[in-house]
């Protein structure tokens, strides 16, 4: 059974009707990522729902129909879907670093040292570390330096899936890693 204090994860591979009908039927957090920029619009219907949606720069523009390539612009993007019923966006900007927005207020960081082998996987990797930050009720600073951090080790890793992706990889990497407050 899904409990209240559960969250679920979906992304735009589902239509916006199953995207609907889970909205209307889970009785927990749901998190949303829109995969792609074609599929994002299919969370609008359900955007009140959403309690974290993490598009990258391309969905948020397919979203709120805002430019999207500065953190000021991905500010802008995320109270947009903030006010379409979000209860916090996360709009990634690949190199250009990551805005989160919610109750709390807004932040904006980037990396510094990133080291890149392949990037698939990374995006996955920071929505992983949204939803572990989240778990361990971390505030929105340590929110976005632990989803980056989880992505630097997805970019540094050989393969998408690696074993070398563990919590004690990720505690070097966060240990190492430099980043620049960007909001």
């Known amino acids: 059974d899904i409990r209240p204090e559960d969250l679920a994860v979906l992304d735009t591979n589902l ?11 889970l009785p927990c957090r749901i998190y949303a990522d829109p995969i792609s920029a074609n599929k994002a619009p299919r ?27 500065t ?12 006010e379409l019923g979000a209860r916090r966006v996360c709009v990634n900007l690949s190199g250009g670093g990551a805005v989160l927005a919610g109750p709390e207020g807004v932040v904006g960081m ?10 698939t996987g990374a ?21 976005l330096k632990l989803a980056t951090g989880c992505a630097l080790a997805a970019l540094a890793a050989p393969h998408a ?3 070398d992706l563990t919590r004690t990889a990720l505690e070097a990497v966060l240990k190492d890693m430099e980043t620049e407050v960007l909001l």
Not at 52 to 64: F, I, Q, S
């Open 15 to 25: 239509d916006e009707e199953m995207i609907a009908w889970l909205c209307l039927r």
């Open 43 to 69: 969370l609008l219907p359900s955007m009140g729902r959403m309690d974290l949606v993490k598009p990258n720069r391309y969905e948020a523009e397919a979203l709120t129909g805002l430019p999207v390539s």
């Open 71 to 82: 953190p000021e612009e991905a500010r802008r993007a995320c109270e947009r879907l903030r």
């Open 110 to 119: 980037r990396a510094r040292n990133i080291s890149v082998r392949s990037a």
């Open 123 to 143: 995006g996955d990797a920071f929505m992983a570390g949204l939803i572990l930050s989240d778990l361990e009720g971390r505030n929105p600073v340590e929110t």
């Open 161 to 163: 899936v690696s074993r």
